[in-house]
């Protein structure tokens, strides 16, 4: 009798970042196959990472997801029988689950110092052999463990993977794969600091929580194997796995943020409508037939098969996302459109926000768009604008913006005292003069060298559209040629 009595699916996302349009794609199809069977759509938050974990991030990811309608049926602020729902909260089921382990052989404690496995990788480069554990550990006695831990030595623990012959399983999209052992780590499963690796709290928490198919994307395949010896280790069903193909840049890379906007705030920010972009991840790697490519979430349901998922790598393709859109754009009713317009571009809130920096500009109301309009667009004309100061180049420019749109990256709490901040301390330590910094920011920022005090307009034109605008430059001036330096 099977362990798993309906289809239980997750979306598992980790909150140290921005929410990913690849989470999206990958909870759609969570969603929809869930849906098309009865199911059930978890949320489970995997903050095990608790150095990068921000609870912003995942409020973040929660509004996202909502925007688009992708819905949970259990999740962390909702609750269900197999509660918690953040990984942090699990951290002593973690521990008991690992313990099981030890007792069983299937795992094993690890001393081996930091040291100690630099040393091991840098022997196994120069050799020019794959780096991995060496499982120097793997064979200590039970009274060398004891007298480790009496001592109080820090340690992780292993999963002992077999080391010869191969472990396969069953891809609902791709068949059987096969994966050699040897070329498999003994992977830490348990931390020093005792919280879980991904392999541990994952599969764990998949059974605990009756999940009845892994629908994840393809680059854990390769972790795949370890998960199937964890559940034979504790002796438990498998799931079915399925492993999507990865989204693509126009250049089959995997997506990024260098190359393509890949927050989903970004896109409501843009102006993207949500039934737009939850059309156009459908279409990314799974064929609807027929040639059809705009449908609903509701006809997806009903046609869904993962036969129907192709290998080839879905190109993310912002042009085409454009093109929808402006599809389901002429298909709005006129209320449909001034609702819109009022409540995601002309929010009374924003107006208000504008209005101390804004009127000072002014003298007649109908200056309010051209005098404005840097606080509304999205992408910037950047032919002409002088965004090269005297004495500087253009690599000088792009290696300046590259390194601060890193910084604003980790920059949640976006207010203009904290822009300044960030602003301030990267100017200093690249050494560059503030008015070379400054004059670059705002042309880059808002396209004009009048405007608004350049913090409080960052913060107005918001963290999505700011960093846009950074790296949508970066790739302006690469496509550039090279501005002497004067």
Not at 95 to 104: G, M, P, Q, V
Not at 118 to 143: F, I, N, P
Not at 275 to 291: E, H, I, K, P, Y
Not at 359 to 378: A, I, K, P, T
Request: charged share 30%; hydrophobic share 40%.
């Amino acid at each position: 009798m099977s362990y798993f009595k309906k289809v239980r699916v997750r979306i598992a996302p980790s909150p140290t970042g921005d929410p990913h349009v690849g989470t999206a794609y990958v909870a759609l199809f969570n969603y929809v196959y869930a849906k098309k069977h009865g199911g059930d759509f978890l949320l489970r938050i995997e903050d095990t990472d608790q150095v990068r974990a921000k609870s912003s991030s995942e409020a973040m990811i929660m509004r996202s997801l909502r925007w688009l309608g992708l819905e949970w049926d259990e999740g962390p602020d909702k609750g269900g029988s197999c509660g918690p729902y953040r990984q942090s909260e699990r951290t002593a089921i973690y521990r008991e689950h690992a313990d099981l382990l030890i007792k069983s052989g299937h795992a094993y404690r690890c001393f081996c110092t930091a040291e100690r496995l630099d040393a091991v990788r840098a022997q196994q480069r120069e050799a020019g052999v794959t780096t991995a554990y060496d499982r120097h550990c793997r064979g200590l006695k039970d009274s060398e463990v004891e007298d480790q831990l009496k001592k109080g030595q820090p340690h992780v623990i292993r999963l002992k993977m077999p080391v010869s012959g191969v472990t396969s399983f069953v891809d609902e999209i791709r068949g059987v794969v096969e994966i050699e052992n040897d070329r498999l780590d003994d992977q830490v499963l348990l931390k020093s600091d005792g919280y879980p690796t991904y392999h541990l709290a994952n599969v764990v928490d998949d059974h605990l929580m009756k999940i009845s198919h892994v629908i994840r994307a393809e680059e854990w395949i390769n972790s795949t194997p370890k998960h199937v010896v964890l559940y034979d280790a504790f002796g438990w069903e498998k799931p079915k796995f399925a492993h999507l193909p990865l989204l693509r840049n126009a250049d089959k890379s995997k997506i990024s943020k260098r190359k393509n906007p890949v927050a989903l705030t970004y896109y409501q920010r843009a102006g993207i409508l949500p039934v737009t972009l939850m059309n156009f991840l459908a279409n990314m790697g799974w064929s609807f037939g027929d040639d059809v490519e705009f449908f609903t979430i509701e006809e997806m349901m009903k046609k869904f098969d993962f036969k129907d998922i192709h290998l080839g790598g879905p190109v993310f393709d912002t042009v085409k996302l454009t093109w929808m859109n402006a599809h389901y754009m002429h298909k709005m009713s006129t209320d449909q459109f001034v609702n819109f317009v009022r409540n995601e571009i002309f929010t009374d809130d924003y107006l208000r926000a504008l209005k101390p920096f804004v009127l000072e500009r002014m003298s007649r109301f109908e200056q309010f768009v051209d005098n404005n309009s840097f606080f509304f667009n999205g992408a910037l004309d950047y032919r002409g604008a002088e965004i090269i100061p005297k004495g500087k180049s253009t690599s000088d420019i792009m290696g300046m913006l590259s390194g601060l749109v890193e910084k604003l990256d980790d920059l949640y709490d976006w207010e203009h005292e904290r822009i300044k901040a960030v602003i301030e301390a990267y100017k200093d330590e690249i050494g560059w003069k503030p008015k070379d910094i400054f004059m670059t920011l705002r042309l880059v920022v808002t396209g004009r060298k009048d405007s608004p005090p350049l913090f409080e307009s960052m913060e107005l034109i918001g963290r999505e559209m700011v960093r846009f605008r950074m790296r949508d430059c970066i790739q302006a001036l690469a496509t550039m040629p090279p501005a002497p330096i004067a």
